[in-house]
């Protein structure tokens, strides 16, 4: 059930911020009038910021969530981040451009 909690807990934090992000991208990013290329520069922007900054977010939350405090949490970044991210990339990247 703590599992659970900490995900929800996150959840409602990253459901927030990823709504004010593609505000903040829509408000900011120059409108080129074509939908393909508008769509593409929000992917970039998305996969070049905010993603790898989620990575870093997501693993030090939970691990502070968790207990092991801020020593856990680098811990879990320099052994996870790399593999996160990539994943992120590789599984959620298609489907956003799709």
């Known amino acids: 059930f703590e599992r659970v909690c900490r995900y929800a807990f996150f959840g409602a934090i990253d459901g927030c911020a990823g709504h004010n992000w593609f505000e903040a991208l829509d408000s900011s990013l120059p409108k080129s009038g074509e939908w393909v290329a508008d769509t593409l520069l929000k992917v970039v922007a998305d996969s070049a910021l905010y993603t790898p900054g989620w990575c870093i977010v997501f693993l030090g939350v939970m691990a502070i969530l968790e207990g ?31």
């Open 68 to 98: 092991r405090g801020v020593v856990g949490a680098i811990s879990d970044l320099q052994r996870d981040f790399l593999e996160l991210l990539r994943g992120n990339y590789g599984f959620t990247l298609p489907f956003v451009v799709l």
